[in-house]
């Protein structure tokens, strides 16, 4: 039997894509004169948003795309942050928009989304979007960036995804039904499992790549990784000790797997690292 339990390490594997993505901006500004330009919105008092809103334009500023944010009041109206996103939906200067999420109740989420211009839309939730890439449009869609992630982290391992049987836990817009639409346009044979499927364990056990997004610590046992699998784990939950966990079992399913994803340093790097090249994207294409 071939090695098993190999780490596939996000974080150095996201080293590479902001390389890559910075020579590409560099490359955009020697042609054009100027670099992308990403706007975030921070709408809530969270302090987890606080914080990925500022590593997001930290990790803007190291690969030199220019970056904006907009902190508005937990109470800001409805009215106020639609009529803020149709300003940067019109801006020229404007080529990525993110809201940051989530959002307080008071607004309606979707139809944040859905306001925001699809062509600036770097989360790649815009119904437009969702729809290109479950087309098998890729290159006229953005990609919402976790499941790019997922998607190049499988690549670096060395997986083969033509003709694998690919098992996705979690259905969510944001990972689980993007996921398997980038593992179907790859030719992989895809199975997306959720709460209410039957032998959920017995289907997990026969994939050849299991995505695990399901927001549940610890929820995939060792026993539900096929010897040989690689398994990809999306999860960040705080487990009894309160420390970061994923939704996969590490140990347990370190020894049956031929590569693994740790938590940290496995999904979460590569998700910063594509919402950068997301915004590269929106860029050349506006611009070009």
């Not at 937990?74 to 200067?93: F, R």
């Not at 815009?126 to 869609?141: I, K, M, T």
Request: with cysteine.
């Amino acid at each position: 039997m071939a090695k098993l339990g190999d780490i596939i390490d996000g974080r150095e594997i996201s080293k590479k894509v902001r390389a890559e993505v910075k020579a590409k901006v560099d490359a955009l500004k020697a042609k054009i004169g100027t670099t992308p330009h990403l706007v975030v919105v921070l709408a809530s008092d969270d302090p987890a948003s606080a914080v990925y809103v500022r590593n997001k334009g930290k990790a803007a500023d190291e690969v030199g795309i220019r970056n904006t944010q907009h902190t508005l009041p937990a109470d800001t109206s409805a009215e106020d942050l639609l009529a803020l996103v149709e300003k940067l939906n019109a801006d020229p200067d404007v080529d990525g928009i993110l809201v940051q999420l989530p959002l307080p109740a008071h607004h309606d989420t979707e139809a944040v989304i859905r306001a925001i211009d699809p062509t600036k839309d770097v989360d790649g939730l815009h119904p437009n979007n969702a729809g290109r890439l479950a087309r098998g449009d890729e290159s006229d869609a953005l990609i919402p960036c976790t499941p790019r992630g997922c998607i190049r982290l499988l690549e670096e391992s060395g997986a083969q995804l033509e003709g694998a049987n690919a098992v996705v836990l979690g259905r969510s817009r944001l990972v689980g039904r993007p996921v398997a639409d980038l593992l179907t346009n790859r030719n992989a044979t895809v199975t997306v499992c959720h709460s209410r499927t039957k032998e959920l364990p017995a289907i997990a056990a026969r994939a050849d790549v299991l995505v695990a997004a399901i927001g549940r610590p610890y929820f995939v046992k060792g026993s539900f990784v096929k010897f040989g699998a690689t398994v990809i784990d999306v999860g960040i939950n705080r487990n009894d000790e309160g420390k970061l966990c994923g939704d996969v079992a590490f140990t347990a399913a370190r020894e049956r797997a031929r590569a693994i994803t740790p938590v940290p340093r496995g999904v979460g790097p590569m998700t910063i690292a594509f919402l950068l090249d997301n915004t590269l994207i929106a860029a050349t294409r506006r611009r070009s």
